[in-house]
Each structure stands twice: as structure tokens, then as C-alpha cells.
């Protein structure tokens, strides 16, 4: 059996180029060359649908992500000791570590079964659109196959820790029903076709090459803060319905109302990621917990401090209105069965919200802390 990459095929109309289909591979018996094809693909291709892993063991798909960063502490990139269920803010319920896994989680809707892999009679809930928008769709349009992407992300706490380099999903039971209908609702009209219980993907490499030469000349030489305890500080406001970029209005969290944070583990990102296989440069900014932006023109420039959280509202939301189109998103299709790996240092990501009566889905997530930081054009701290 040999290993087989294939790139995903663009289709018409379709900007985004990324992702690509694995086979020819069992990821409970990896040969060290199978590792590095993967591990390879992975930042080349961005997003991986590894096909036909039905009977991959928890355990061994936490091995492989710790392999992708052996120096990294061995816990779930969700299960540090800064997240709590009182720090756990939006990030809503607390995952469910799959037992002897080490750290893969149980994330989907649903009742996943009386033994779930040692899981006894899990009712799984994730934060859906209900939760995250600023306008909601009404339970008819959603009766009538309506649905949005939840919140584009990309994966760690950030407070405390570096975010993940490698995120890990696999998927063991697909909702089942038609098609749905993706609606942004923000004017635009734009609406996509998709099935249920999907992943959708944003390439930020692309979104970067979407800046003007100035722009990126300030992303490049720029940083950003998020707040302490960000997902508990970003408080009563919402995420535009298109799934990226915060809605006017709403409140955030006073510092000294956070739940008990230290200066130390507030560190300062790089707006520019850059990839360590191709050197290919991503705009990469959480736009929920931004607090503070640290802006230069280039090298040689002051630095301007800015705290107006409307004035990085609107700054984001110009660029990312570029980037959240249809012809963009990528939502590559798998199967129960097959396990989907990006680089969440060069991808965002969303979940799409089903109907309950297409019933359970079933996933086994697994990413760890990063064991360094991500690396950028800018010397940060």
C-alpha cells in the first residue's frame, strides 16, 4: 500500500486553491517516511482529508499530532491549567477527553451512545451560531435547510499557552439530510450550497495576498495582544453574521472583572505567520480577543499603540470582507471514517450548524500547545 497525495480539485469559479486527499496509508501502523509525507502535505496543501482511518485508535491519532511537536506538553491544546469552566467563556462546554487517548476530545451535537469509547452516555453541545451571531436565523429558515459557519478560528487558548500548530479531526458519524443553504445575511446575498456537518476553511495566506503593498508593509511589521482571559473578556459581543469579524456593539469584560490573570501569560502575536516548510506568509489575527494592536509601517517606524476596540473593529473587518466570500471558502467533503488535518497557523476554520433531526455528529478532535511560538516577519515578546 503506498501513500498517495492528490490535491483537491478547484472548482469553477472557485479561488480557493488549497487542501488535498490522502490514501494509501494506516495511521495505527506509520512508517517514519508516511510521517513526513503527511507531516509535509499538511503545510503544503494547508488542510488534508486523510481518507479511510475507520479503525484509527485515539491514542495513536494523539501520537501523531505530538509527533508533528515532540517537544510539547502532552495535553489537549483546550485541556492547559488556564482553561476552567470559569475561563472557558464562549468557548462554551468543556470537552470530553476520550479515556486513555491522552488528549483527542469528543466534540459534535448530540447523544453519542450509551459507550462512546469509554464515554458513557455523552450528550454532546457545541457553541453554535445561536450563541455567537448578532442576528440569529429564526428556527423556520433553519426548519427550511437554512444554516450559517459558526466562527472562524483558529485553535488554542492563546492566554497561557501557544497556539496549535496541527489540528486533528476525525469524523465518526455525519449527520445525515439535504443539502443546506450557508446565508451570510449581511447584504451581500451571497449564500452557499453545502452538506451537512462539514468543516468550512479559510486559506490566510490568501487573505495576506489580498493586502494592499502598503498594508501588508504595516501586517508585516505589526503585532497584536489579546486580552487576558480572552474568551471570557470578549463578553456580550457578537460575530457578524458571515461567521468572521466582530458586529458593532455589545460589551467587553472590565480586566479587573476577569477571572484571575498574570501579565506573563498575555503574549503579543505577529499579524504575519509564516509557514517553516514553504516560508508562505498568512494574516492571522482572532478578531473576538484582540485588545491591542501594535502598529508600524516598517522597520524603522514608530510604533503606534491602539486600544480603540471600534477603530480595530473596523480595521479587521475591511480586510476580512476580502477573503469572506463563497469563491473563497473551501469546505472539502469527508466521510465517517476519514480525519481531516490542517495547519491552524495558516487556516481558519468553522463548524456549519445542522438540524438536530439529521442526528448526531461524532468527531474525535485532537491539538496540542504549540512548543514554540508562531514565527513571523517582527521580533516579538
Not at 201 to 211: P, T
Amino acid at each position: 500500500m503506498a501513500i498517495v497525495v492528490t490535491p483537491l480539485s478547484t472548482a469553477p469559479g472557485s479561488n480557493a486553491k488549497f487542501g488535498a486527499t490522502i490514501t494509501g496509508v494506516d495511521l495505527n501502523f506509520l512508517t517514519e517516511e508516511d510521517f513526513q509525507m503527511i507531516r509535509n502535505a499538511i503545510y503544503v496543501h494547508k488542510v488534508v482529508v486523510v481518507k479511510g482511518q475507520h479503525d484509527l485508535l485515539p491514542a495513536k491519532q494523539f501520537e501523531f499530532v505530538h509527533r508533528l511537536d515532540p517537544a510539547a506538553e502532552r495535553v489537549h491544546g483546550f485541556d492547559t491549567e488556564d482553561v476552567t469552566d470559569e475561563t472557558s467563556g464562549v468557548l462554551g462546554p468543556r470537552f470530553n477527553i476520550i479515556p486513555g487517548s491522552t488528549g483527542v476530545t469528543l466534540v459534535g451535537q448530540g447523544y453519542q451512545g450509551d459507550d462512546h469509547y469509554g464515554l458513557k452516555g455523552i450528550t454532546a453541545k457545541s457553541t453554535t451560531h445561536f450563541d455567537a451571531h448578532a442576528e440569529p436565523l429564526s428556527l423556520a429558515d433553519v426548519a427550511n435547510g437554512a444554516t450559517r459557519f459558526g466562527a472562524f478560528h483558529f485553535d488554542g487558548v492563546i492566554y497561557g499557552s501557544y497556539p496549535s500548530r496541527v489540528t486533528t479531526l476525525r469524523c465518526v458519524r455525519a449527520p445525515k439530510g439535504p443539502d443546506l443553504t450557508v446565508r451570510w445575511d449581511d447584504g451581500s446575498g451571497h449564500t452557499m450550497t453545502v452538506k451537512p456537518g462539514l468543516t468550512a476553511f479559510i486559506d490566510s495566506a490568501q487573505m495576506y495576498s489580498m493586502l494592499t503593498e502598503e498594508e501588508k508593509n504595516i501586517a508585516d511589521h505589526s503585532r497584536w495582544e489579546p486580552a487576558p482571559q480572552p474568551y471570557v473578556w470578549t463578553g456580550t459581543r457578537k460575530i457578524r453574521n458571515s461567521g468572521l469579524g466582530m458586529a458593532p456593539g455589545g460589551e467587553t469584560v472590565p480586566l479587573e472583572k476577569l477571572p484571575a490573570w498574570t501579565p506573563e501569560k498575555v503574549y503579543q502575536f505577529p499579524m504575519v505567520w509564516v509557514n517553516p516548510v514553504t516560508g508562505v506568509r498568512s494574516f492571522q489575527v482572532l478578531p473576538d480577543v484582540v485588545r491591542t494592536f501594535y502598529l508600524k509601517k516598517g522597520p524603522d517606524d514608530e510604533e503606534e499603540v491602539v486600544e480603540d476596540g471600534e477603530r480595530i473593529r473596523t480595521f479587521l473587518n475591511q480586510i476580512i470582507d476580502r477573503i469572506i466570500k463563497p469563491e473563497n471558502i473551501l469546505v472539502p467533503t469527508y466521510e465517517e471514517g476519514d480525519i481531516v488535518m490542517f495547519n491552524n497557523w495558516e487556516v481558519m476554520h468553522s463548524s456549519i450548524d445542522f438540524p438536530s433531526s439529521y442526528g448526531s455528529r461524532s468527531m474525535h478532535q485532537c491539538h496540542i500547545p504549540s512548543s514554540t511560538f508562531p514565527a513571523g516577519p517582527v521580533s516579538v515578546s
